[in-house]
């Protein structure tokens, strides 16, 4: 499938002066169990759209992990960096006679996880410093997504799915997913084929600003939204559904923006999490959250309207932030002038 991406051109244009009060996090007194990770959906093998070279469904396995993943039992080993990219957070396996395991299920409104209605998990994250050169951001990512993963990974399991760490490439210069066919240049985008977040190493901003700790933080929460969106069957149900009615159609259009929200939301329930605990202080988490309300659909951008008004990434990222439970993140019910 597609790489799901936080926004093509990576970063909004130059912010105005009076960019408003930062969003408050609201956080939930008591935090039951939190969701988890990774996965994809089944394949259904429709041959490729021709807007997107290499879209095609893969036979849909699982991806291992410790405990057993269908038929298969797991090690967890790490690679390497090579040609400036490092992969993190995979898991490798061998067949054993595991019993089945969570899989996907292929459903918007009614997904099990939007049913389960559970929060994300008090996150304690301690991340390294952040720095802009390529080794320190995989040190900085790497940590982040871990800690993602463990808050998330409780109410993925309450919604008996699947629950595995997404993998992770800081690309300098372009990368060579099995999503972008041959190089995609993104600031940041999640490959659903190999379940991988890609995150760029570039050190500047289209606006000439340094790329900052916290929106950093909120672009990769939102990547992990899709990830999550690819372990509960979300994210193929939806392009299932925006391949039947065409890309750039109205339709289409629209269930990306729900699409790309609900990733929003997602990020904002992390962030509530994680925010005033071990590295994630009030001011972080406030930025992250600021900074998801900068991006999206700007007017006049000549783009294809497919991820929602900046003010309509700020809503949802603060509604996730506030109420932190994926019940309240179903964008896929949600009225058509708040998805828009």
């Known amino acids: 499938m597609p790489p799901q991406q936080a926004w093509p051109i990576g970063y909004p244009p130059p912010r105005r002066k009076s960019a408003g009060p930062v969003v408050a996090l609201v956080l939930v007194g008591s935090l039951v169990v939190g969701a988890g990770l990774i996965a994809l959906l089944v394949g259904t093998g429709r041959k490729a759209p021709i807007a997107e070279p290499g879209y095609t469904y893969p036979s849909y396995t699982g991806v291992a992990r410790t405990t057993g993943y269908g038929t298969t039992a797991t090690t967890t080993s790490t690679t ?169 159609s109205a339709r289409g259009l629209e269930l990306s923006r729900r699409k790309e929200l609900q990733a929003s939301c997602f990020a904002g329930m992390f962030l509530a999490a994680a925010s005033g605990r071990a590295s994630v202080n009030r001011n972080l988490a406030n930025a992250a959250i600021a900074d998801l309300g900068e991006r999206g659909d700007w007017p006049n951008n000549k783009r294809p309207r497919d991820h929602g008004s900046p003010g309509n990434n700020k809503a949802w990222a603060t509604h996730g932030a506030k109420y932190n439970n994926s019940r309240d993140c179903n964008t896929w019910n949600a009225k058509a002038d708040i998805v828009s």
């Not at 802009?132 to 940590?143: E, K, Q, T, V």
């Not at 916290?214 to 559904?241: C, F, R, T």
């Open 80 to 248: 390497g960096t090579t040609t400036g990219r490092s992969t993190t957070l995979r898991s490798t396996s061998a067949t054993s006679s595991a019993p089945p395991q969570p899989r996907p299920v292929p459903k918007l409104v009614d997904n099990p996880l939007h049913l389960a209605g559970k929060p994300v998990v008090a996150a304690n994250c301690n991340l390294p410093g952040f720095k802009s050169n390529p080794d320190a951001l995989r040190a900085f990512y790497g940590a982040a997504i871990r800690c993602m993963h463990e808050a998330w990974a409780p109410a993925m399991r309450a919604a008996n799915l699947p629950d595995d760490p997404p993998g992770l490439e800081v690309v300098v210069g372009k990368d060579n997913s099995p999503c972008s066919s041959g190089g995609y240049s993104s600031g940041a985008f999640y490959c659903g084929r190999n379940h991988t977040i890609y995150m760029n190493a570039r050190v500047e901003r289209n606006d000439g600003q340094n790329v900052q700790a916290g929106p950093s933080l909120g672009v990769l929460a939102h990547e992990y939204g899709h990830h999550v969106q690819s372990m509960s069957g979300i994210l193929g149900a939806a392009w299932d559904q925006m391949y039947d009615a065409g890309q750039t």
